[in-house]
């Protein structure tokens, strides 16, 4: 895996947010087989560039599938043991910090208060947001990366943590280091 990675492979962690926050492979993209997955993968990867799938051991098969139905056919592999296979290799592993709604209102005020990254769609967004938020739809984030501050902690967040868990992989991959998500999304945070 770490040498399709050298070689430019793209690393596909497809399990749960909550596991993938927990410990995941740096440089690794999270887009959970539980979600809209064929959308976001479709959305994010890059077609020219080797995917390695990295899955709760058995689902595997079913990720390069679901790959290969939108045109994905470029598998190189998985990490055999899922991220087991990387239990005496720490210094691959990293982890999201997670944090609550009523958590962030509160750091919002603090002098270290961080940047909230919306990543919903801008219907969602003004329907409800948590005031001082940016949205930045998860499908221009990408686009969008030189537009986020990397002076101050990101806390990513949707409607319930399926996307954010793909934005906040997607920063850190690209060197932000003080990121964490919005456990439970919008509805997480209390009405004022």
Partial sequence: VLALMAKGAQPLDVR??????AAHLKGAINIGLG???ATWAGTLLDRERPIVIIASPGRE?????RLGRIGFDNVAGYLDGGLRALKDREELLTYTLQTSGTAV???IGEPDAPFVLDVRTPREWHERRIDGSTNVP???LLEH???IPRNRPVVAMCAGGYRSSIASSLLQRAGFTRVSELTGGIAAVPVA
């Fill in 61 to 65: 098969a079913e990720a390069a599938t």
């Fill in 145 to 147: 990366l030189n537009d």
């Fill in 35 to 37: 979600g809209q997955y």
């Fill in 16 to 21: 749960d947010p909550r596991d993938f926050a």
């Fill in 105 to 107: 209102l509160r750091w």
């Fill in 138 to 140: 998860l499908n221009r």
